[in-house]
T-cell receptor, first 110, second 117 residues
């Protein structure tokens, strides 16, 4: 069974600090990796996707992928209270079903 | 780009009635649309995957006769909850993907909150 694991949290981070969210996956053949943000009562919103090993930066967000360790992370720099949400890691392979983690609740402390 | 809409955003109905939820891709043609359900404080649960013009593929445990999915065009998919009961009350979310290089990227609609009395 293909799995995506995330720490459920809550992860509390002071405002202005770096929030680090982690995710591991079981299928070594996975090719596509996504981070979604979900505010309470709302639907998920795509933040980033990454396909290659290494870092991918977009504004305050950096996704990091290490396929050898089957590990993907999301860094949020200069954390803001508006970043408080549940972050979902998702993994898939071409033509295969996307697998979502259960999400990590992030709480930015003002 | 990649905007997905859902209608209605919220619906309250009596037990035994049927409810139709629409999912539209507004600025792209969706090769595939997905329907999810999410109960409070729980993770997303994929219900079914649909491709335009073909029958939906349902996940194990999801009753296809109860949750009717029609994907009539590349921009519209509908989910009909037939003979709804209180246990069907949930947050229903659709998503869509675009043909091409990043075909496995899913863009979510805003969701429909269903309450069955």
């Amino acid at each position: 069974q293909k799995e995506v694991e995330q720490n459920s949290g809550p992860l509390s981070v002071p405002e202005g600090a770096i929030a680090s969210l982690n995710c591991t996956y079981s299928d070594r053949g996975s090719q596509s990796f996504f981070w979604y943000r979900q505010y309470s009562g709302k639907s998920p919103e795509l933040i980033m996707f990454i396909y290659s090993n290494g870092d991918k930066e977009d504004g305050r967000f950096t996704a990091q992928l290490n396929k050898a360790s089957q590990y993907v992370s999301l860094l949020i720099r200069d954390s803001q209270p508006s970043d408080s949400a549940t972050y979902l890691c998702a993994v898939t392979s071409t033509g295969d079903k996307i697998i979502f983690g259960k999400g990590t609740r992030l709480h930015i402390l003002p | 780009g990649a905007v997905v809409s859902q209608h209605p955003s919220r619906v309250i109905c009596k037990s035994g009635t049927s409810v139709k939820i629409e999912c539209r891709s507004l600025d792209f043609q969706a090769t595939t649309m997905f329907w999810y359900r999410q109960f409070p404080k729980q993770s997303l649960m994929l219900m079914a995957t649909s491709n335009e013009g073909s029958k939906a593929t349902y996940e194990q445990g999801v009753e296809k006769d109860k949750f009717l999915i029609n994907h009539a065009s590349l921009t519209l998919s509908t989910l009909t909850v037939t003979s709804a009961h209180p246990e069907d009350s949930s947050f229903y979310i659709c998503s869509a993907s675009i043909a091409g290089v990043h075909a496995d990227t899913q863009y979510f609609g805003p969701g429909t909150r269903l309450t069955v009395l």
